[in-house]
């Protein structure tokens, strides 16, 4: 169970944000960085990943935190988001900052963005730049697991089972196996294999309550 647990985790490092497969021609970041230079937070953010990983331009991570960092300012939530991944991993910098890390996954997360609320209840389950708060966790894992975040649903069913709970009162199977459920249905296969072991430890009621619940999300979810 904690291999499929640290598995897991390792796939946060991976980050949310993808950019296009091609490397923009020469002529699309030079208009890009034009609109980003008047202050257009997205085009700073797009001139940010573009530095980030090197598309169209030589990698250069502390340039990308600069354009980052300039649309992260106007609250723009994806850039918050890369500012933390940057932060957190300490990719091209001296060192990680966790702390800084988790004041730019807040300003995302309290924006809505699912990635940063799963990363800001990551950070919370780990103690990553925060005092480790398995109650704060969840309560950032179900925000983004509300918006369909796969690791997020997984995360929160974990925060639920017997071993990860932080007490009683979090403690609860029937919620533990519906997200398990509601992961595994969208491809998570360690998902399943949680699933069928919360399963074990539950009653057949319980079992049908879960089921009822994860019904229920989906039809929310699809509506």
């Known amino acids: 169970m904690k291999r499929i647990l640290l598995s897991l985790c390792l796939l946060c ?6 950019i296009a497969e091609d490397a923009p021609s020469g002529e699309k970041i030079a208009e890009c960085r034009k609109v980003a230079e008047k202050g257009d937070a997205k085009a700073q953010y797009n001139l940010g990943l573009c530095y980030y990983d090197g598309k169209g331009v030589p990698e250069d991570v502390l340039e990308a935190i600069k354009w980052y960092r300039k649309a992260a300012k106007q609250e ?3 850039a918050q988001f890369k500012l933390g991944d940057c932060f957190l991993y300490g990719k091209g910098l ?21 990635e940063a609320q799963y990363n800001l209840g990551y950070c919370y389950q ?10 704060e966790a969840a309560k950032w ?33 029937i919620e ?3 997200w398990f459920k509601i992961a595994a249905a969208t491809g998570e296969e360690h998902a399943e294999e949680m699933r069928k072991e919360a399963a074990r430890h539950m009653t057949p009621f319980q079992i049908e309550e879960a089921e009822r619940r994860a019904r229920v999300w989906k039809l929310k979810k699809d509506a």
């Open 141 to 173: 894992y179900r925000k983004a697991a509300e918006q369909g975040n796969l690791l997020a649903q997984y995360f929160l069913g974990m925060c639920h089972f017997t071993e990860y709970a932080k007490n009683d009162e979090q403690k609860d199977l």
């Open 13 to 18: 490092l991976c980050g949310f944000q993808a």
């Open 176 to 178: 533990a196996y519906m």
């Open 76 to 78: 723009y939530a994806p």
């Open 94 to 114: 001296a060192k990680d900052d966790p702390s800084e890390a988790v004041k730019w996954y807040r300003k995302a997360a309290e924006q809505g963005y699912a």
């Open 126 to 135: 780990w103690g990553k730049g925060v005092i480790k708060d398995m109650v």
